[in-house]
C-alpha cells in the first residue's frame, strides 16, 4: 500500500512561489496515478493536479492553471507541486494521494499560507 508524506509548505506574500514535496513508500508508486489536493477552512477537499505514470500532468483547477505545474521523479517517489504567482485564495492545506484518493493513505498535509 502506497503511504505519503507532504512537505514544502509555509507563509509566503502574495505572488511568491512555492515548491511542495510528496514523497511516497510501497513499491506500487508507479502504478497509481498521483494527485495534490487542498483543502481551505469551511471547503470541501479540491483535485488541484495529477500526473500519471507516464508524466502526462493534469491541472484540474482553473483557478492555478497557469500557475501550478506538477511533476514527478520517479528515481526518487517524489512528486512536486510548484505554485508560482500565489494568491491569498490558495490559502489550504495541501494533500498528495492516488487519484482517485486511497482514503488510508492520506498525510497529514502541508499547510500553505498566503498573506501580507
Known amino acids: 500500500q502506497v503511504q505519503f508524506v507532504e512537505s514544502g509548505g509555509g507563509l509566503v506574500q502574495p505572488g511568491g512561489s512555492l515548491r511542495l514535496s510528496c514523497t511516497a513508500s510501497?513499491?506500487?508508486?508507479?502504478?497509481?496515478?498521483i494527485a495534490w489536493y487542498r483543502q481551505a477552512a469551511g471547503n470541501q477537499r479540491e483535485l488541484v493536479a495529477s500526473i500519471d505514470r507516464f508524466n502526462g500532468a493534469y491541472v484540474g483547477a482553473d483557478s492555478v492553471r497557469g500557475r501550478f505545474a506538477i511533476s514527478r521523479d520517479s528515481t526518487t517517489n517524489i512528486v512536486y507541486l510548484q505554485m508560482n504567482s500565489l494568491k491569498p485564495e490558495d490559502t489550504a492545506t495541501y494533500y498528495c494521494n492516488t487519484n482517485p484518493p486511497t482514503e488510508a493513505a492520506w498525510g497529514p498535509g502541508t499547510q500553505v499560507t498566503v498573506s501580507s
Open positions: 510501497g513499491n506500487t508508486f508507479l502504478l497509481y496515478v
